[in-house]
């Protein structure tokens, strides 16, 4: 298993470029099963999880190409769908492979798709999705550790969803987003309240509509998606990352650096940068796509509490965790979205951080002088929140277990070492 060197104590000085979202770039994938016409995808992010989300559309028997591996550009056909089914050896890999029921279940009624099962941040139920597809008209049944989802009607063959009025209990991302995608090709109208308002959702109702499907209240909670009989191929960009943006800001400031981030969408990180400014970190928005962020001065204390979007993100926690045990004073996080996402707070202390944890919130105090050790990535974003720390450690830090952040970050070990880190990765082999 590959693990990262960090030797800590270099001020990050450069520029950046941020590549595609994630979390835009899958749903924008899962997206091209609603049509038979070509789709073609651009500012995919070079990580694992869009590798494996190229897999399972292929599974369903869509045409995947790409030019590269791993690929930026991905063109999906999807003409016929024999096989409508979300295995478990790859959903096990990628909860987000749950994006293909709400697709299937538009376009063929009819879905098998395992259950994702519990993860390192919590028990992430999907029963928001399953119950709104519900009333759209799907009869659902659990099976083998699988979702079996049919509309009745048309004999094998699944029905069509019906439009339906749907008020999600919890603000859900991909819930939202399933159920957008499950809309666009229903009989009549949808109305979704309590949505989520991410902009990787409103991302997914810009690609919607270039595909023909009719969509409004963007941004809003309240999305009416009036469905029509077919969808047609596209060409989409997805937006930039906003947590790989946020986790460079923070890197920025966390090392006392002078950091210039590219190709990001500043507006999308109005919460980030707010708290950062508020510990004493210096931003400055250059142009509608550069950011850039200035450490060096002394950094003070802020509490955060995450929240749905427009507030700050639960996938930018650990990341200000590490800089929170960087600055003077005692800061209070409060984890409002997932039950258990502290795990990279243990591995903080074993590096000397002063940090206590009590249910959803964790206490830090600061400074503390962090001294390199070996440390365990338990998921993505802990894992970005162990290499900030392990960029300000005194010594070598080794951070096991980095197949999570090659799920979600490109490059990373190559965009910190040019802005002057001292990391890399290090090929491990199971003995
Ligand atoms: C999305 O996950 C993101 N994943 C996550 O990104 C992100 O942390 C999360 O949203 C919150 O912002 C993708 O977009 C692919 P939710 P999602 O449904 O959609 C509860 C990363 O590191 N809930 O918005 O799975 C749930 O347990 C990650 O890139 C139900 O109770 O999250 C949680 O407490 C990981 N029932 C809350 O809602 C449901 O049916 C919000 O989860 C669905 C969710």
Same mark, same amino acid.
């Given at each position: 298993? !590959? ?5 800590? +104590? ?10 595609? #979202?994630?979390? *835009? #770039? ?34 369903? !028997? ?9 690929? *930026? ?40 798709? *395992? ?38 009607? /048309?004999?094998?063959?699944? $029905?069509?969803?019906? $439009? ?13 987003? /399933? ?14 309240? /309590? ?16 595909? $023909? #499907?009719?969509?409004? +209240? ?41 950091? =210039? ?18 510990? $004493? ?31 700050? @993100? =639960? ?24 039950? /258990? ?13 002063? &940090? ?11 400074? #503390?002088?962090?001294?390199?050790? =070996?440390?365990?990535? *338990? ?5 970005? +929140? ?6 300000? @450690?005194?010594?070598?830090?080794? &951070? ?18 040019? @802005?002057?880190?001292? &990391? ?8």
């Amino acid at each position: 298993m !590959d693990k990262f060197l960090i030797r800590g +104590g270099k001020a990050l000085r450069g520029t950046v470029a941020i590549s595609g #979202a994630k979390n *835009s #770039a899958l749903p924008a994938m899962a997206a091209a099963l609603l049509t038979a016409e070509k789709v073609a995808v651009h500012n995919i992010p070079k990580v694992r999880d869009l590798i494996t989300m190229g897999k399972l559309l292929t599974f369903m !028997d869509a045409k995947v190409t790409v030019t590269e591996m791993p690929a *930026s550009d991905y063109v999906i056909e999807a003409p016929a769908l024999n096989h409508a089914e979300a295995p478990y050896e790859l959903v096990k890999t990628m909860r987000a492979s749950i994006l293909t029921l709400g697709p299937l279940m538009a376009r063929l009624g009819v879905a098998r798709v *395992s259950l994702p099962g519990g993860c390192a941040i919590g028990a992430r139920p999907v029963d928001l999705h399953l119950s709104a597809l519900e009333k759209m008209g799907a009869e659902i049944a659990m099976s083998h550790g699988y979702i079996e989802a049919k509309v009745p009607g /048309n004999g094998a063959k699944g $029905g069509r969803l019906k $439009g339906a009025h749907i008020v999600f209990e919890k603000i859900t991302v991909t819930g939202t987003e /399933n159920i957008l995608m499950a809309a666009t090709l229903a009989d009549g109208e949808t109305v979704l309240e /309590n949505c989520a308002r991410e902009p990787e959702v409103t991302d997914l109702i810009v690609m919607l509509r270039k595909m $023909g #499907a009719e969509i409004a +209240g963007d941004g809003t909670a309240t999305l009416r998606i009036r469905g029509v009989r077919e969808l047609h191929g596209t060409e989409h960009s997805v937006i930039p990352d906003r947590i790989e943006t946020g986790t460079f800001l923070v890197a920025g400031a966390i090392t006392g650096g002078d950091l =210039t981030i590219t190709n990001c969408q500043p507006e999308h990180q109005a919460a980030v940068i707010a708290k950062l400014q508020q510990t $004493g970190a210096s931003i400055i928005t250059v142009d509608q796509t550069t950011l850039r962020v200035r450490g060096g001065g002394k950094l003070v204390a802020a509490d955060m509490t995450t929240e749905e979007y427009p507030g700050f @993100a =639960t996938d930018m926690q650990a990341q200000y965790m590490a800089l929170a045990t960087q600055v003077e004073g005692t800061s209070l996080i409060t984890e409002t979205i997932f039950e /258990n996402r502290f795990m990279h707070a243990s591995e903080m202390i074993r590096m000397g951080a002063n &940090i206590s944890v009590e249910g959803r919130r964790a206490v830090v105090h600061g400074p #503390a002088v962090l001294s390199g050790s =070996t440390v365990q990535a *338990s998921d993505l974003r802990a894992s970005a +929140g162990l290499v900030l720390a392990g960029l300000v @450690a005194s010594g070598e830090t080794v &951070i096991d277990r980095v197949y999570h952040i090659d799920r979600g970050y490109e490059g990373i070990v190559e965009k910190l070492r040019a @802005a002057g880190a001292d &990391i890399e990765r290090v090929h491990g082999t199971v003995l």
